[in-house]
């Protein structure tokens, strides 16, 4: 059940919900961190990110820069209709996005600023973690316990990369490697139970009712096991066949997943096939995961399905379908924008996975136009749904 809050105006209504703040936050840093990326590859820019590679600070920004942003803005709204009890008041999302601006700030400027960008970071995910746990415990959720698992490793893993950007670690490349693998797991597993709680729930509202898609608890079961027996074997045994088999196994389970939440009805609702496709990217990145134990070649793709594909379609469609919701817009009114921002996001996804496995001549003018698809994406998200965050909410969706 969405809980609307009470009407309020301009930038009382902005500071009133955590989704408001941080779906904003994440859309333009998308948008500003893609045109970054864009610079470096097209013009030969290179940040000063201390002893990470290029890559590895583009994957740190990504994960801890994006998507961090809108795991907030979902998860500081959710658990106050999960536990019944208040979450973040203004002024804690005031002291939450200004350590998560100057962190950016300090990776985007590099150098000296990386102690800013890392402290900082370290801040805003504390404050994430205690901000979620404190209604968590006073309800005695237990069953939140996987989320709160899940960001207590996205801090450790966030430590991980930045104690190597700083060069406080002997073995750099290792330490930042691992955290930003650790981080990119834990975000999916992460993406995986959001989905798991809220698109049979949209499937139905869409549908006025008249689907009700099927979730057995042995895919639930399975898919929890089998991502925890992957994470475990990626790290302990990389490279080996145990993890390309483990990887099959979870693309698998997920594919049932799949095959269960399936309606022809979804096709016409950009709301509810974003996050379908999302599921999908993830389970195509499994398969890509595993197969590349015999077909290196497919290693990135599968690792840019989960980390462009599932995350990038996933948080997209989350934003957009949270933020009309939670401000008690009518979700299940055709809008035209919302094609016009998640198919670039598709367009964007497929031209990154595909282009270096079936036209890898076309590699440079492929990942430039999925960079393009990917900022026009969020430029439509910012222009057509953030100002709603200004506004005051419709009752009644």
């Known amino acids: 059940m969405i809980n609307i809050e009470e009407p309020k105006h301009g930038i009382e209504a902005f500071w009133s919900k955590a989704f408001r703040v941080f779906f904003t936050a994440a859309a333009t840093y998308a948008v500003v961190n893609m045109l970054v990326w ?23 920004e990504l994960l801890w820069g994006y998507a961090t942003a809108v795991i907030a803005g979902f998860l500081l709204t959710a658990v106050g209709n999960w536990t019944g009890h208040p979450t973040a008041a203004p002024q804690v999302l005031q002291v ?12 985007l400027l590099g150098g000296h600023w990386l102690w800013l960008g890392a402290t900082a970071d370290v801040i805003f995910l504390a404050l994430l973690n205690g901000v979620f746990i404190r209604p ?3 309800a005695k959720q237990r069953r939140q316990g996987g989320i709160v698992a899940k960001l207590i490793l996205l801090l450790v893993a966030n430590l991980m990369v930045s104690a190597s950007a700083l060069g406080l670690v002997d073995n750099v490349y290792a330490w930042a490697e691992g955290g930003v693998f650790l981080g990119l797991f834990s975000i999916v597993g992460l993406l995986l ?3 798991r709680r809220v698109y049979p729930f949209f499937v139905r509202a869409a549908s006025g009712g008249k689907v009700q898609l099927s979730s057995p608890v042995w895919i639930d079961r399975a898919s929890l096991v089998v991502f925890l027996v992957f994470l475990i074997v990626f790290f302990a045994w990389p490279g080996e066949l145990v993890v390309a088999l483990t990887a099959a196994a979870l693309a698998l389970v997920l594919a049932a997943r ?48 989960w980390s462009m594909g599932g995350l990038g379609m996933i948080t ?30 598709l367009v964007a996804v497929l031209l990154r996975i595909f282009t270096p496995i079936l036209a890898d001549q076309w590699v440079a003018a492929g990942f430039i136009l999925s960079q393009i698809s990917w900022t026009l994406a969020f430029v439509v998200m910012i222009f057509c749904l953030v100002p709603v965050f200004f506004k005051a909410n419709q009752q009644g969706l």
């Open 38 to 60: 864009l610079a470096t590859l097209a013009w030969s820019w290179q940040p000063d990110a201390g002893q990470l590679s290029l890559f590895q600070w583009h994957a740190h």
């Open 316 to 345: 997209l469609g989350m934003m957009l379908r949270v933020g009309l919701g939670h401000t008690g817009r009518n979700v299940r009114q055709p809008r035209l924008w919302l094609w016009l921002s998640l198919v670039p996001m």
């Open 136 to 138: 968590v415990w006073l």
């Open 193 to 195: 139970t959001f989905l």
């Open 258 to 305: 799949l095959v269960t939440w399936h309606d022809k009805s979804i096709w016409r609702v950009p709301l509810l096939w974003s996050l379908y496709l999302g599921l999908a990217m993830i389970v195509l990145g499994a398969a890509l995961l595993s197969l590349s134990y015999w077909y290196p070649s497919l290693y990135f793709s599968g690792i840019h399905a």
């Open 96 to 107: 939450m996005l200004g350590a998560w601006l100057l962190a950016r700030i300090g990776w």
